[in-house]
């Protein structure tokens, strides 16, 4: 199957599942929450590595998807226990993501620039101020006090790949690593602050748009060992 048509079933299916979300039905929500996710593991999973360093990262970026699945899963469970359960599995997803964006940064030697310096700073005030915001609702609430270590563990890692994404210098993995920043920010706030308007619809828009360019990303990374010294994403 070309990848353009595959592109395109991970819209539609992806445009079904926004358009059902409102649909009381169980079965629906399973099939078009975990179709698109299993159209874009395809999607990595089909596509040629161009050199070791392109292997290495497809490899990495695909555990990252199959773990993000499983979170999926994990999350359409109704019990609170599941949602500790999807929690782990997208952070283990992260760490995986994480190391392909490390990987693909040194492999390009670069250095610490200002706009490293300046994205860190961002992402750690942003980081500071939500967990702060989450620390006073969670604190208050006895049946939710166990979650606060795993909270802040997520918050951590996925402001590493948000990092680790910006320093990797790719555009796709950028943008979607900043999606996913958004897409967990709504689902978090609307389950420990305040309900979100049209959350369910932010959530999972963002989502899919995330995963799918973190999986294009993978075209942006062509003969890395090759190309280490002459960096093509974006010239920053």
Avoid at 27 to 43: N, Q, S
Wanted: net charge positive.
């Amino acid at each position: 199957m070309r990848r353009s048509w595959l592109l395109g079933l991970i819209v539609c299916t992806g445009l079904i599942h926004l358009a059902t979300l409102s649909v009381d039905s169980t079965v629906l929500h399973w099939i078009f929450k975990l179709l698109p996710m299993a159209l874009i593991i395809t999607l990595v999973a089909r596509s040629v590595p161009d050199g070791r360093g392109q292997a290495v990262y497809r490899k990495l970026i695909l555990t990252g998807l199959l773990f993000s699945l499983l979170g999926d899963a994990f999350l359409l469970l109704p019990d609170d226990p599941w949602f500790v359960f999807g929690l782990g599995a997208f952070l283990t997803g992260h760490l995986f993501y994480v190391a392909a964006m490390v990987a693909r940064w040194f492999k390009q030697q670069s250095r610490m620039r200002w706009y490293g310096v300046l994205a860190g700073l961002i992402i750690f005030i942003y980081s500071v101020l939500l967990g702060s915001r989450f620390y006073e609702r969670i604190s208050g609430d006895e049946s939710l006090s166990g979650l606060w270590i795993p909270v802040v563990v997520y918050i951590t890692v996925i402001g590493a790949m948000c990092f680790t994404a910006i320093m990797s210098r790719n555009a796709f993995a950028i943008v979607g690593a900043i999606l996913f920043v958004a897409s967990d920010s709504i689902l978090a706030w609307n389950k420990f602050v305040a309900d979100v308007p049209y959350s369910d619809l932010l959530i999972m828009s963002t989502y899919f748009a995330a995963q799918t360019l973190i999986a294009s990303s993978l075209q942006k990374v062509k003969n890395v060992g090759a190309a280490a010294a002459k960096p093509k994403n974006i010239p920053l």
